[in-house]
């Protein structure tokens, strides 16, 4: 991800907060939408920040969003969710991540796992545990999903995952 984007995440204010909302809500540009979904995802001073799960559940649920854009969203809601949040923003963002196990992309299931891993979501495990043992779809950068999915799974029953390597997808 740009270096301006993980730079601000880290001395980000209120006011860059509303001013990146405010370029999401206008961009279509997609890599800047993700610049700042990115940005927003590892905000240091907005740890369970209301507005903040609000719009990544938002652009998560959104299939119209690019699927990079939207695993972006799962991965920052795996790491800002918060139990501590009120029911009416906690459920939403669960449910999102829960759909996310199914969806058709292999970059948003992958995250979706990572998600429910990161937050224990005791709901997921079934699902979890038939990713792992079926699908092989490698995302790039990272491992397949069924191994993200046998992480999340490894967590969740007090187990330590393995630290993996990423592979290296061959280029066109």
Known sequence: MDLAATSLS???TERH?????SILS???DPIQRNSVVYAISFLSNYQGNQEVISTLTEVAAN????PFIRAQALEGIGNKLSHELPENLYQPAVNVIIQGLDDTEAEVRFWSCFAAGALEIKETLPKLQLLAQT????VAGWWSVGEEAEDSVTLMTGGEPPLRKPYNLPTN
Do not use: F
């Not at 907060?17 to 909302?21: A, N």
């Open 26 to 28: 206008i961009s279509s």
């Open 63 to 66: 299939i119209a969003e690019a």
């Open 10 to 12: 880290l001395i980000a």
């Open 17 to 21: 907060l509303k001013s990146l909302l």
């Open 135 to 138: 699908d092989k779809t490698i």
